[in-house]
């Protein structure tokens, strides 16, 4: 179905949200991307710009979480007696803290930057003149490679995160109170599970496809007038993080109850 005919099918949020994800999946395996260079051109371009350039502001707030949760815990988890909790910290810290602050900053960064700028497309005429003078699918140049850039760059910050987050919280405990590394990093491992891991990878990748899916209808999905572009980051804000949010806690209750 080219993008047009997308348009005038008039989807309810969710309901597109999930016919892109489906679109998206039928043009990955499809294996069509692989024969146009541009398109890992764009792929390239939305890493650079969702990863490499939000790593700074990652880093930092792995920093204050690593400060504020794991160095706290090193330091005031033994005095109650506790000692054997600090692991558990970690790996809650990994499994759920880091997914939802990466979340944030991506929906707030790169969602909201992603449905500005395909609503001033649509606004422009440039979907319209990509699919009926140059005849380019628009969901294959302008979605899929947002959608595997995305992806590909939260998961990357998530490991960049959850690394920062642990020596940073680490390192800041030193200044209190004395923990040997290699007490620290045994704890870490015996309290982190297969099912963590499992856990804060599904997270982090789901909450990548959500945010480039939501952030591309939006943008699509405008109406024709400029005055609706705020209107579009903040229905792209609101319900990525619903969403994500949802999946988060769904997520957590298999998890917990199953």
């Known amino acids: 179905m080219p993008l047009k005919n997308f348009l005038k099918k008039k989807f309810k949020p969710l309901e597109g949200v999930i016919y892109l994800f489906f679109y998206n999946l039928k043009i990955l395996f499809s294996g069509e991307w692989h024969r146009r260079k541009m398109i890992s051109t764009q792929m390239f371009k939305q890493i650079l710009f969702t990863g490499i350039d939000a790593l700074p502001l990652i880093l930092f707030s792995a920093f204050l979480v690593g400060f504020i949760v794991i160095a706290q815990s090193i330091v005031y988890l033994p005095q109650i007696g506790g000692n054997e909790y600090i692991g558990k910290v970690l790996a809650f810290v990994i499994r759920e803290i880091g997914p939802i602050v990466i979340m944030f900053i991506i929906i707030g960064r790169s969602g909201n930057a992603v449905s500005v700028e395909m609503a001033n497309m649509k606004l422009n005429g440039e979907i319209f003149y990509l699919e009926k003078i140059l005849k380019i699918d628009g969901f294959l140049f302008l979605m899929f490679p947002r959608f595997i850039g995305f992806v590909i760059a939260i998961l990357c910050l998530s490991v960049f995160f959850n690394v920062f987050t642990i020596l940073t919280g680490y390192i800041s405990a030193l200044f209190f109170i004395y923990s040997p590394i290699g007490v620290f990093l045994e704890k870490l491992l015996q309290s982190i599970t297969i099912v963590d ?38 229905r792209c804000f609101i319900q990525a993080m619903t969403y994500c949010l949802v999946v988060d806690a769904v997520i957590t209750f298999i998890v917990i109850f199953i």
């Open 197 to 234: 891991m499992i856990v804060w990878i599904i997270k982090i990748l789901v909450f990548g496809m959500i945010i480039s899916l939501v952030a591309f209808y939006q943008g699509v999905s405008i109406e024709n007038t400029v005055r609706e572009v705020p209107r579009v980051t903040t």
